[in-house]
């Protein structure tokens, strides 16, 4: 349906009111009713703002079907965005509160987890979820919507270790839950699902060997052309850089190891002008999250970058880092921050390959460098002139 139950209305008020956000994304807006409530409520009640123009909260949504959104949710929603949420919101910027009502079973099980990654990553504040429980709610399509389909089915079980408030109603299909799901609790929860999850296969039989175990070679890394994407670079000192032929910079090893992945999230830790995140999208079929805590990016057709979400925050708080296959990390080079990284990627049970940049560069990155106890090896003969360490979290520290 393109609406949903109504018994969780004032479960959806008392959320709004623990949060107060000053921004809301409704994902799956329907006939937008979650929507008109938290205008009325936090701008007409709380703000005691009725005309629009005075209005303050910051309301966006997705919808897919565009055939739903008529002049009423317009009327309401600040920007509606028609599209696959799970495309759409990678394009979005951060909101305080991120609105689930009756969408995740919309979407096959393991899909919605990662749907909820994003919706994670997307919020400052809290997740609102509302949603059918248990194997009961079967529906096919309806409204001439096919992605009214219910796809995955889910239960208390899952969502209360993560939520701060919640209630669970019975209706004849089945039990229907209320969650407010704060930021942390989700980041907390879902790292410690992600640590119990062997999805990675431990290479036993594999020698400890970084370079054989990647194919890293200087054919292989040669030919990687990163021309192509050359056009998006303004700065033309750093053009040269990227285009670099004689391995004296990292950005066509980046090339050649996202061409060795598909289908599987890359972080990029410390954007600066956003090459190096050009540089991992090589390979599109991945997606790239680049992070900074400010705005240095220097692109152009920047729009056209749809494999990178480039985003300002702590990346440290970002669900998906635990299920990420690669990480750059080329940040502060003070030795402080990378140690405090690399702990925390220890900490959430990451198990792919860190490429750390500029182990050389001073004794405080050399002393980094030392201290690492996973498999690591040097590879700055293939990669930056400052040093380039990769670090294997897929194999036990012997
Ligand atoms: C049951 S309705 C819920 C509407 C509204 N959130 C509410 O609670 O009243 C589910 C909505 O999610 C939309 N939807 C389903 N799959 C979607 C997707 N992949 N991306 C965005 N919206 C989707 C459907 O078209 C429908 O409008």
Redesign the pocket.
Known sequence: ????PYSHISNYIAFLDTTRPQSIL?????????GFIARDFLDVMMGERFRKSEWRLHLDG????GE?IQDHQKAIYDQIHI????D?IDSLGTYDVV?????LE??DKEIGWLLLDKCAAHAAKALIL?VPLGKGWVQPAIYG?V??THRSCWTSAEILPMSSQHELFAYTPGEYGAFLIPKGNYVEHRCNMLKQAPFFHKPSDMPNNIRRRFNLTRERIQSVDLLPLARYIINEEYRGYFLDTQFKEHYRLLGYLSSLYKGQTIFDVGTLKGYSALALSYNPANQVVSYDIEDLKQLRHREELKSIDYRIGNVLEDPRLPSAHLILLDTYHDGSFEAHFYNHLKKIGFKGLLVLDDIHLNSAMENFWSRITEPKEDVTDLAHWSGTGLVDFAIAPC
Request: no cysteine; glycine share 14%; proline share 0%.
């Open positions: 349906m393109l609406t949903s409704d994902v799956g807006l329907g006939n937008g009713k979650l997705i919808e897919i079907f739903y599209g696959d949420a799970f759409v609105v689930m009502g009756d969408v919309h979407f509302f919507n992605y009214e």
